[in-house]
């Protein structure tokens, strides 16, 4: 099998085992290395025969740990276990685990073959598929990285049953994310989602679909030179709510800062782009149904607004947003005034 490819084969397995079996089936033995991190290895690695076969490297769960010297971490660990330009990693663990060791395999011997078997809810609808692979830098998120297929995703939604319900819902933010960009069928039955009482099965089909939703964005623009930036929706926002809690101390999980940015994003969008003002509220009402009230105010807004402005994303000293002009239809590069950003922020504390 050739280390790197175009587009990752993703798989939906119910039987992990059975299925990991294919993907290393061309690979010798002595080539094929794990990475984790401490959580997953306790609830999912350590024990399991399969995974346990082969050399492993655990690193410390947390964002925190997204970093170069994890990153070093890995490449010591294949160095000293001889690996080659032909060897294999195999990623299990949430988006952490994934970007962090997707970008190491990514860079090692200038890029060796990677398998996410991602195990969060964001993992599995997002941070494992579309080859985007990096690590937090100097403060910045995602500031060093690559773009680079995995081999193959495996998803396999039991995973899912040992996470806690704060990380499920900030996965599921991202799903509802794609539902509003591209697909207003995959938003009516994510309705159907009751967090506190999860259906695997069921959750596994709108995990399909939400997958399909990201495919279908990464296939048509895999660098993110347009169409791509239509998942960036509620992220503009968000990404500002995200790093002003991490500021203040308060830190909240990034499908929350999404789900409140996407509470903004529709207030802009039904204020430029004609999204049915009724629908973002009944949207608003939902969100915070699941998300409670975003853990901000009015004296927030300023700093937030400061953030927006120096969104990476943006161009010419815009603020760049992706907004709606109804559920399924996007626009990217679309352009705020300040005052209508600051009434978004109303709008958002007022829910
Ligand atoms: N590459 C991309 O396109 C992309 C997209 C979105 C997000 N991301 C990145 O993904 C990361 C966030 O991912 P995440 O939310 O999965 O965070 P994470 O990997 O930190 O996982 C959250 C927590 O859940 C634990 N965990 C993992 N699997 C578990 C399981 N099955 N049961 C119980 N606990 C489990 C982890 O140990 C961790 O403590 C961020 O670094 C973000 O930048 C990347
Ligand atoms: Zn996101």
């Not at 401490?38 to 999912?44: H, N």
Request: with cysteine; aromatic share 8%; glycine share 8%.
């Amino acid at each position: 099998m050739d280390n790197s490819k175009d587009r990752a084969e993703i798989i939906f397995s119910s039987s992990v085992e059975e299925d990991f079996a294919k993907v290393i089936a061309d690979f010798p033995g002595d080539q094929i290395f794990l990475a984790t991190d401490s959580v997953v290895e306790e609830l999912w690695v350590c024990n399991n025969t399969l995974f346990g076969r082969f050399p492993r490297i655990v690193i410390p769960a947390g964002e925190e740990n997204k970093n170069l010297s994890s990153a070093a971490m890995i490449w010591e660990f294949l160095t000293a276990r001889g690996a080659g330009r032909k060897s294999l990693l195999i990623n299990v663990g949430g988006g952490m685990l994934t970007d962090l060791a997707g970008f190491a395999a990514s860079t090692f011997k200038r890029g060796i073959g990677f398998v996410n078997i991602p195990t969060t809810l964001l993992s599995q609808v997002d941070a494992s598929v579309g080859g985007k692979t990096g690590i937090n830098f100097r403060g910045l998120k995602n500031e060093i990285g690559t773009f680079r297929e995995p081999l193959a995703v495996l998803i396999h939604t039991p995973f899912l049953k040992t996470l806690d319900r704060m990380n499920l819902l900030s996965g599921f933010a991202e799903m509802i994310k794609h539902g509003l960009i591209f697909s207003p069928a995959h938003l009516t039955e994510l309705h159907r989602f009751d967090p506190d009482v999860a259906d695997y099965d069921e959750l596994r089909e709108f995990i399909r679909h939400s997958v399909e939703v990201k495919n279908h964005f990464v296939t048509r623009d895999p660098l993110e030179a347009d169409i791509r930036k239509a998942l960036n929706f509620g992220h503009t926002a968000g990404h500002a709510i995200e790093s002003l809690a991490l500021e203040t101390g308060h830190p909240v999980l990034h499908g929350y800062a999404v789900a409140w940015g996407m509470v903004a994003e529709l207030f802009l969008s039904s204020e430029t782009c004609g999204f049915p003002a009724g629908e973002a509220r009944r949207m608003g009402n939902w969100i915070r149904q699941l998300y409670g009230p975003v853990p901000m105010n009015h004296d927030h807004s300023e700093k937030l607004l400061a953030l927006m402005m120096h969104d990476k994303k943006n161009e010419a000293g815009l603020i760049n947003f992706t907004l709606l002009s109804a559920t399924g239809k996007f626009e990217i590069n679309r352009h705020c005034s300040r005052d209508q950003v600051l009434a978004s922020l109303e709008s958002l504390y007022d829910l």
